[in-house]
C-alpha cells in the first residue's frame, strides 16, 4: 500500500471529484458515513455522551457530518465548533447549516467556552487534518489541552489534531491530542508509523474511502506499508517434485564464547524459514551445541577456540560451496574477527553471493567503514537504531532517519532492514516499506538473531532481496503475534517466536 504525501492526497480527493465524478460535499459524506461504520463496529451504539469538536476545515467539515449520521441511531450528541463562529470551509458551512436543523451547535471562541467532559463520554477530534502545517495555537490548543486532561476515550477522524502527517514536530511540548483511536482516510500517515509521532495516534484503521485508484496507482511514493495481501503475492509455493537442493545451500558465521545462543537462534529460524541445506560455521567452543540445538543443520568449526578467525579452507574456496552467506549474530569484535570479516566479504562480493550482515558484523563495520565498500551488492543489512546510527549518524529526528536510510542504501547499493515497531525497509532505489506485523513483546534479546535467520533463509530459496527483506520481517512480526497470544507480551521469548514461523507460513497459505 502506497503512503502519499499530504499534496498527493489533495490530488487524490480532487483527481476522484472530477474523474468519478463526485462533488466534493458528497465525497465528504461518503467518507464520513465509512468513519460512522467503524465507529459503531468499536464502540456499538452508545448510550454513553458523545462530545465532538469540529474545526473549521473539512477536517470539521466531517465532524459535522459525523455528528448528524450519529443523531439519527439517537445517541446523545453535543457538538462544538472551535473558533468559527463567521468563518469555515464551504463543505464545513454546508454541515453546520445542515446539523443545525436537527441540533445545537455550540462555538468556542474563549477557553471559558469549553465544556467540562466527563469520563465516560466519548470523544470525537475533528479539529484539523491531514493538511495542518503550523503548531496549534490559541483556542484550539486549550481545547486540545482539555480533551487530553480529560479522562475520556477520544476517536480522531483521519489524523490526532495537531499533529503532522508527513514532517517532524517543530518542538517539544506542542498540543496534539492523545487520540484513543484514529481511524484514517484510504491509508496511513507515515506519522502514524514512527516511534516520536506514533505514541498520539492510539490503535488506529485504514479506511477505505474510494479515492481515485488509478491516480493512486500512477502516483510516485517513497514510502510504502507491508500489508497481509502484498506478502501473499510474493510467498512462493513449492513444486509437488522438489528437493532440499532446490532451496538452496547456506552457511550461517555466527557465535563466539559466551554469545553461542544467537549462533543457535539464528540457525534454528533459518531451519523453519525453508532453507534446503544449513552450514553454522562457529567457533570451537560451540560445536556441541549447535550439534544438540540444531540437529538438522551441519556444523563447520573455527580453528579458534572462542571467535571467528576463517572458514576451514582457508577461506580462499570455502564460499564456493554454498549459495546464500549470513553473518554477524553473537560474533564478537575481535581483531581477528574484524579481519576474517573482511576477507568473507571480498570473497562473497567476487561471488555476487546474496549475503545478510547483522549484529556484530554491523558494529564491525561502524568501526571500519572501509569494509562497507566490500558488500556485495544488493546486501541485506538488519541493524537495530543504535546500530544504523553507528553506521551512519545520530539522527535528529525519526525524519532525517529515514532520510540517512534512504542515503545509505542507495550509496551501497543495500537494502537495510531498520528494526522497530514498524520495521522500515530501506531499497536501493530510495524506497521504504514499513511493516505491519509484530508487537512490543518481541523488544527482548534474540529475536533479532531470529529475524537475520528467517531473511538469510528466503535469499536461499531465491527470493530477490527486496522480497525476501519484505517477507522476512513480515513472517518474523506476524510469528510474534501468534506466539504473544499463548505467552502474553512479558513472558514472550525468541525461541517462542521461532516456534511459531510455521503457522506464520500457514496463515498466508
Not at 487524490?12 to 472530477?18: F, S
Not at 495516534?201 to 502516483?219: F, H, K, P, V
Not at 500489508?227 to 522438489?242: C, G, N, P, T, Y
Request: hydrophobic share 40%.
Amino acid at each position: 500500500m502506497k503512503i502519499l504525501t499530504t499534496k498527493q492526497i489533495r490530488e487524490a480527493d480532487a483527481a476522484t471529484i472530477k474523474n468519478e465524478p463526485i462533488s466534493s460535499i458528497d465525497l465528504m459524506e461518503r467518507a464520513t458515513t465509512v468513519f460512522l461504520h467503524q465507529f459503531l463496529e468499536t464502540f456499538g451504539v452508545t448510550v454513553n455522551p458523545v462530545y465532538i469538536f469540529c474545526g473549521p476545515g473539512n477536517n470539521g467539515g466531517d465532524g459535522l457530518a459525523f455528528a448528524r449520521l450519529l443523531h439519527q441511531h439517537n445517541c446523545k450528541i453535543h457538538v462544538y465548533t472551535v473558533g468559527a463562529s463567521n468563518k469555515g470551509s464551504d463543505d464545513f458551512k454546508t454541515n453546520r447549516t445542515r446539523l443545525r436543523e436537527l441540533v445545537s451547535v455550540k462555538n468556542i471562541e474563549v477557553e471559558q467556552d469549553i465544556p467540562e467532559i466527563p469520563r465516560e463520554a466519548i470523544v470525537i477530534d475533528a479539529l484539523f487534518g491531514s493538511g495542518l502545517s503550523r503548531k496549534v495555537e490559541g483556542i484550539f490548543a486549550k481545547v486540545i489541552e482539555k480533551i487530553n486532561a480529560s479522562e475520556a476515550a477520544v476517536v480522531s477522524i483521519d489524523i490526532p489534531s495537531g499533529l503532522f502527517a508527513d514532517k517532524p514536530l517543530e518542538e517539544e511540548g506542542c498540543s496534539i491530542i492523545q487520540a484513543t483511536y484514529t481511524f484514517t482516510f484510504q491509508m496511513p500517515k507515515i506519522a502514524f508509523l514512527l516511534p516520536e509521532t506514533t505514541r498520539y495516534t492510539g490503535t488506529w484503521e485504514t479506511l477505505d474511502i474510494g479515492l481515485d485508484r488509478d491516480y493512486i496507482n500512477q502516483a510516485d511514493a517513497d514510502y510504502y506499508y507491508t500489508d497481509e495481501m502484498l506478502v501473499r503475492s510474493i510467498l512462493k509455493r513449492r513444486k509437488i517434485h522438489a528437493h532440499k537442493g532446490d532451496f538452496g545451500k547456506t552457511i550461517l558465521v555466527c557465535g563466539s564464547h559466551g554469545k553461542m545462543g544467537a549462533a543457535v537462534l539464528c540457525a534454528r529460524a533459518c531451519l523453519h524459514s525453508g532453507v534446503g541445506l544449513l552450514t553454522v560455521h562457529v567457533p570451537e567452543c560451540g560445536y556441541q551445541i549447535l550439534q544438540m540445538s540444531a540437529p538438522e543443520a551441519m556444523t563447520t568449526v573455527d580453528r579458534h577456540q572462542y571467535i571467528f578467525t576463517d572458514l576451514p579452507q582457508a577461506g580462499s574456496t570455502a564460499l564456493n560451496n554454498y549459495t546464500t552467506l549470513g553473518i554477524g549474530p553473537g560474533l564478537g569484535t575481535a581483531e581477528e574477527t574484524t579481519l576474517a570479516l573482511k576477507n568473507i566479504l571480498e570473497k562473497a562480493k567476487s561471488l555476487q553471493m546474496p549475503s545478510v550482515l547483522d549484529a556484530d558484523a554491523l558494529n564491525i563495520c561502524s568501526k571500519n567503514p572501509e569494509l562497507l565498500e566490500l558488500l556485495p551488492e544488493n546486501s541485506i543489512l538488519t541493524p537495530h537504531p543504535k546500530e544504523f546510527e553507528r553506521l551512519t549518524e545520530p539522527a535528529k529526528n525519526d525524519f532525517h532517519r529515514l532520510q540517512l536510510l534512504q542515503s545509505f542504501a542507495k550509496r551501497y547499493k543495500v537494502f537495510v532492514v531498520l528494526k522497530g515497531a514498524h520495521t522500515a525497509v530501506g531499497t536501493s532505489n530510495g524506497k521504504i516499506c514499513f511493516n505491519s506485523s509484530g508487537n512490543p513483546g518481541m523488544a527482548s534479546g534474540g529475536t533479532g538473531d531470529a529475524l537475520t535467520g528467517i531473511i538469510t533463509g528466503l535469499l536461499s530459496q531465491k527470493y530477490d532481496p527486496l522480497e525476501a527483506a519484505i517477507l522476512g520481517v513480515y513472517l518474523h512480526g506476524k510469528a510474534g503475534d501468534l506466539a504473544v497470544e499463548s505467552m502474553g507480551q512479558q513472558a514472550m521469548l525468541a525461541s517462542n517466536l521461532i516456534d511459531h514461523i510455521g503457522a506464520a507460513y500457514k496463515s498466508l497459505t
